[in-house]
């Protein structure tokens, strides 16, 4: 028998946590094992880390091209996160969701609280939270990336962080990640399934109707 599909419209999933929470993790693997799930990569003026790629974790770009493209209406959300600017060109995202692809974002509370203003019907944000603050902390040190210094401030801005989480559709801790990652799943298998976003169902249900 043939498999039937219904069209439906891709879905705007946000992870959103403090640094060290493991939303980088949960992310790589949501989009290792889901062919409908793309990645928004972001534009930022902060530089680039040891290993990050240009136009693969982030486009850097500086304070110049990115007032440009807030100008020139490119940019669906933006904002500044410790001393950088970040934000999301609108083009990629809107093709993937017309497309019927899923785009998932890795942005902050105030990118999050803009998307809720501009495009609530396709968002389905998850606020994402540690354990404990010494787990926190704990993992952003083995991430050793950053500077104590940075390590430092960005666990004050953690609580900062934190405070947002009534402003999410979701909250889901991450103590054990298979745990996490099965109840973000679980939140995506749902999500997909809401009537609006089934935007074939209309001929879908006529065609049965008419027996098809
Ligand atoms: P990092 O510099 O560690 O890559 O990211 C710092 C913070 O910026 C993270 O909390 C991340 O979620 C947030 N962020 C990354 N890209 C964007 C974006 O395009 N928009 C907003 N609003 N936040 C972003």
């Known amino acids: 028998m043939q498999q039937k599909t219904i069209a439906r419209r891709g879905l705007m999933l946000v992870l959103s946590s403090p640094s060290g929470a493991g939303k980088t993790t949960i992310s790589r693997r949501l989009l290792e094992t ?3 799930l793309v990645m928004s990569v972001s534009v930022t003026t902060r530089p ?3 290993g ?3 136009g693969i974790d982030y486009g850097f770009i500086d304070k110049l091209e990115f007032n440009l493209m807030i100008n020139k209406g490119e940019l669906l959300e933006h904002a500044k996160v410790f001393d950088h600017y970040y ?21 902050d509370w105030q990118g999050t609280q803009q998307l809720a203003q ?27 990336q950053d500077s104590d ?29 298979e745990e996490c990652l099965e109840n973000v799943y679980a939140i995506l298998r749902a999500e997909r399934l ?19």
């Open 149 to 177: 210094e940075v390590v430092a401030r960005r666990m004050s801005k953690a609580a900062d962080e934190i405070s947002h989480w009534a402003e999410y559709d979701y909250i889901v801790l991450n103590s054990d990640i």
């Open 194 to 212: 809401r009537r609006q976003r089934q935007t074939g169902l209309l001929d879908f249900v006529k065609a049965l109707r008419e027996g098809q």
């Open 34 to 36: 889901d062919d409908n």
């Open 87 to 107: 934000g999301t060109p609108a083009g990629p995202v809107l093709d993937h969701l017309d497309a019927g692809r899923d785009v998932l974002f890795d942005i």
């Open 48 to 50: 680039p880390r040891p």
């Open 52 to 54: 990050e790629q240009n």
């Open 118 to 144: 501009t495009a609530r019907d396709d968002l389905v944000s998850v606020f994402i939270l540690p354990p404990s603050t010494a787990e926190l902390e704990r993992r952003l040190k083995r991430r050793a």
